[in-house]
């Protein structure tokens, strides 16, 4: 009887990553800058992909009182934002002229309708149900919206463990798992402002695609934490007190 590891183990490199499966829907057959644009923005949704994962574990180990394991998942999180942003540095790259005539081709799609984006958003806490009516989502997409705005969040959910833990070592493990919250709300925030910095070089005040308002909105979110239980303006220390 064949043993499920070794032929695991005998898969080749390419068949592990499905990259025939990968490189047959993804857009890197069309003219060098068109890939250039679709690659960026596919592998983004890939890292949001990502984040969405880790995130949901980081909230299912506080809901076991396991902060070290949430830490953890958040302590990655910075670090996959920095990549996000090295996407928009490639994508600097393109000429005003390309990148008009890509966006000429777009219509009225737009990355504001990402809808992982605002998943991971409403999964951490940061919920504004405007995001639901944004055109361009299919029913499907509008349904996993809605599904995470009704489950429980990660700012919830931290905040739901502070509260049950009030020995030394139980508030300790608190800061720790709010100190990495902390590190991936500023690391999303320079990733904003980064998205703001290259909307401003392509489209100066004009409106971005979607009918948002291009860089102006871009800098405005930069204002706002995806963990408003944890770190809403005004609270002491940047902590929720119940």
């Known amino acids: ?17 499905r990259l025939d499966e990968l490189l047959d829907i993804a857009c890197v057959r069309d003219e060098p800058d068109r890939t250039l644009f679709f690659a960026a923005h596919q592998a983004c949704e890939l890292w949001f992909a990502v984040i969405l994962r880790h995130v949901e574990s980081a909230r299912d180990a506080l809901t076991r009182d396991r902060a070290d394991v949430a830490a953890a998942h ?7 934002m920095r990549v996000l942003s090295g996407h928009f540095d ?52 509008r349904a996993r919206l809605v599904a995470r705005s009704e489950e429980q969040s990660l700012s919830r959910a931290f905040v739901e463990y502070r509260d049950r833990v009030r020995t030394d070592g139980g508030l300790r493990a608190a800061e720790r798992v709010r ?64």
């Open 74 to 80: 958040i302590d990655r999180l910075p670090a996959a």
């Open 179 to 242: 100190a990495a919250l902390a590190d991936f709300d500023d690391a999303v925030r320079s990733w904003r402002a980064r998205h703001a910095q290259l909307a401003e070089q392509f489209l100066g005040a004009a409106r971005g695609t979607a009918g948002s308002a291009g860089a102006a909105y871009l800098w405005r979110s930069t204002e706002r934490t995806l963990f408003p239980e944890v770190f809403a303006p005004g609270l002491n220390g940047g902590v929720v007190k119940n």
């Open 90 to 141: 490639v994508l600097s790259t393109l000429t005003p002229e390309s990148f008009d005539e890509i966006r000429a081709t777009l219509g009225s799609s737009s990355g504001f309708q990402s809808a992982q984006y605002r998943e991971i958003e409403f999964l951490c806490g940061a919920r504004d149900p405007r995001f639901l009516n944004t055109p361009g989502f299919t029913p499907g997409e």
């Open 1 to 17: 009887m064949t043993n499920p590891t070794d032929t695991r183990r005998d898969r080749a490199y390419g068949e592990i990553l």
